[in-house]
């Protein structure tokens, strides 16, 4: 008898720990999901303000000045840099360089290697 209590006892036990812990993970998802749902909404606001500017107009005129439009009534400035017609002398002149034939004996690639390291 006092078997079977305990075996009772343990069950009781141990279904109101798996009662609490199934809360406290359905909590935890809620939460969750609570987060997720106000990122969601304030996504949402920003594509509902893309909406109403763009059926207003401003998002198509926007686009149109990124690409270089204008309005036929505005006058377009550009601004930047004058062309350098004179280029600078660093840029005209030409490198040369010296390539002299490569031996097929090793120990004159050998001597040149060596040669070049000694008058460095």
Do not use: C
């Not at 990122?39 to 909406?51: M, T």
């Not at 207003?56 to 004058?82: F, H, L, Q, S, T």
């Not at 360089?97 to 390291?117: F, H, Y």
């Amino acid at each position: 008898m006092l078997v079977l209590v305990a075996a009772i006892g343990v069950w009781v036990v141990y279904s109101f720990a798996q009662e609490a812990y199934l809360n406290y993970r359905l909590s935890a998802q809620a939460s969750a999901l609570r987060q997720q749902n106000a990122s969601l909404k304030v996504q949402e606001a920003g594509y509902h303000r893309d909406i109403v500017a763009s059926m207003a107009g401003a998002a198509a005129e926007e686009e149109a000045r990124i690409n270089g439009y204008a309005r036929p009534d505005e006058k377009v400035y550009v601004v930047g840099r004058p062309a350098s017609n004179a280029a600078s002398p660093a840029t005209n002149q030409k490198r040369v360089a010296k390539v002299e034939g490569t031996g097929s004996d090793v120990w004159q690639v050998i001597g040149r290697w060596v040669a070049d390291l000694w008058h460095r």
